[in-house]
C-alpha cells in the first residue's frame, strides 16, 4: 500500500541545478529514514544522502558541498536539492524510505521507482 512517488527529474547543463522530490503515501505511522540512491549504466546503485527522523544527515564524498538533502515530515516528502551538478551525476535517482506501518510494528524498506536526471551541454 506504501507509495513513493518521485518527481523532479529532468535535463540540465553542468554546473545547473535540480531538486528532485520524493512522497511517500499510505497508512504510514512513522518515517524513521528516508535516503536517495543512484545508479547509472554499467555501474552498482550507490547512496547519495540520507536524512533520518532526527535530522541527521549522510552525504557520499562525491556529493557533498553540493547536495543538500531535507525532509518535510508533515508531507512525508523527501527532498535532495542538487547544485554544480556534473556529467558523473547523471543517473537514474531511487528514493528510499524506511516506514512503520500503522498497522504493523515492523519497519519495512520502499523504494521509489526512479527517476532519471541527465547532466549535458
Known amino acids: 500500500q506504501v507509495q513513493l512517488v518521485e518527481s523532479g527529474g529532468g535535463l540540465v547543463q553542468p554546473g545547473g541545478s535540480l531538486r528532485v522530490s520524493c512522497a511517500a503515501s499510505?497508512?504510514?505511522?512513522?518515517?524513521?529514514?528516508m535516503g536517495w540512491y543512484r545508479q547509472a549504466p554499467g555501474k552498482q546503485r550507490e547512496l547519495v544522502a540520507t536524512?533520518?527522523?532526527?535530522?541527521?544527515?549522510n552525504y557520499a564524498d562525491s556529493v557533498k558541498g553540493r547536495f543538500t538533502i531535507s525532509r518535510d515530515n508533515a508531507k512525508n516528502t523527501v527532498y535532495l536539492q542538487m547544485n554544480s551538478l556534473k556529467p558523473e551525476d547523471t543517473a537514474v535517482y531511487y528514493c528510499?524510505?524506511?516506514?512503520?506501518?500503522?498497522?504493523?510494528?515492523?519497519?519495512?524498506?520502499?523504494w521509489g521507482q526512479g527517476t532519471q536526471v541527465t547532466v549535458s551541454s
Open positions: 528510499n524510505a524506511k516506514i512503520q506501518l500503522r498497522s504493523y510494528w515492523y519497519e519495512n524498506n520502499y
Open positions: 499510505g497508512s504510514i505511522f512513522s518515517i524513521n529514514a
Open positions: 536524512i533520518t527522523s532526527g535530522g541527521s544527515t
